[in-house]
């Protein structure tokens, strides 16, 4: 059978008059729009917009790996202020998963949590109440986490973190 005896098939078909009349075209493209606004709505509530990094004078910590310095900016989060307020902090981070460093942090710090979406290179976040996170590769995730900051310069951070646990000092700002 060929296709323009398929097409004639179809549109003599008495059950379905408007497919021959254009009209499932108008449907088709109708539902299309309804799926992807659902989907943009969809994307927004997994990919929430994350506090902004606050480059203000008091606002930029450092971090020390390996003789290694990097400069982190906080984000405006009352979690970021007070690990700020922690601060001097010398810590032995383990490795997990080959893309991040975690460590439990001496207390608890207010949370806002909220899943990223993609991980960046230089993330420093706070899973739960009080495991301090510095994220070293960029990846997916569906985890939730309270963002403190982000390295400024990534560059080199990987290597300065190494494979396995490491000791990173956060001086006093």
Same mark, same amino acid.
């Given at each position: 059978?060929d296709r323009?005896?398929?097409?004639?098939?179809?549109?003599?078909?008495?059950?379905?008059?408007?497919l021959?009349?254009?009209?499932?075209?108008?449907?088709?493209?109708a539902?299309?729009l309804?799926?992807?606004s659902v989907?943009?709505v969809?994307?927004?509530?997994?990919?929430? @917009?994350?506090?902004?990094?606050?480059?203000k004078?008091?606002s930029?910590?450092?971090m020390?790996?390996?003789?290694?310095?990097f400069?982190i900016s906080l984000? @405006?989060t009352a979690?970021a202020?007070e690990?700020?307020?922690m601060?001097?902090?010398?810590?032995e981070?383990?490795?997990l998963?080959?893309?991040e460093?975690?460590a439990?942090l001496?207390?608890?710090?207010p949370?806002?949590a909220?899943r990223?979406?993609?991980?960046?290179e230089?993330?420093?976040m706070?899973?739960?109440?009080k495991t301090l996170?510095?994220?070293?590769?960029t990846? @997916?995730?569906t985890y939730?986490?309270?963002?403190?900051?982000?390295?400024?310069?990534a560059?080199?951070?990987?290597?300065a973190l190494?494979?396995?646990d490491?000791l990173?000092?956060?001086?006093?700002?």
């Amino acid at each position: 059978m060929d296709r323009s005896r398929k097409v004639s098939i179809i549109s003599s078909t008495p059950s379905l008059p408007w497919l021959a009349s254009g009209a499932i075209y108008g449907f088709c493209a109708a539902l299309m729009l309804v799926v992807c606004s659902v989907g943009s709505v969809r994307a927004e509530g997994i990919t929430p @917009d994350l506090p902004k990094l606050d480059r203000k004078e008091g606002s930029i910590v450092q971090m020390t790996v390996n003789d290694r310095r990097f400069s982190i900016s906080l984000a @405006d989060t009352a979690a970021a202020k007070e690990f700020a307020e922690m601060l001097p902090l010398s810590i032995e981070m383990g490795d997990l998963n080959r893309n991040e460093k975690h460590a439990e942090l001496p207390r608890a710090l207010p949370t806002n949590a909220s899943r990223p979406g993609t991980i960046r290179e230089g993330d420093v976040m706070l899973y739960g109440s009080k495991t301090l996170v510095v994220f070293y590769k960029t990846f @997916d995730s569906t985890y939730s986490y309270t963002r403190l900051g982000q390295v400024d310069d990534a560059k080199g951070l990987a290597q300065a973190l190494g494979s396995g646990d490491v000791l990173i000092e956060f001086p006093k700002p």
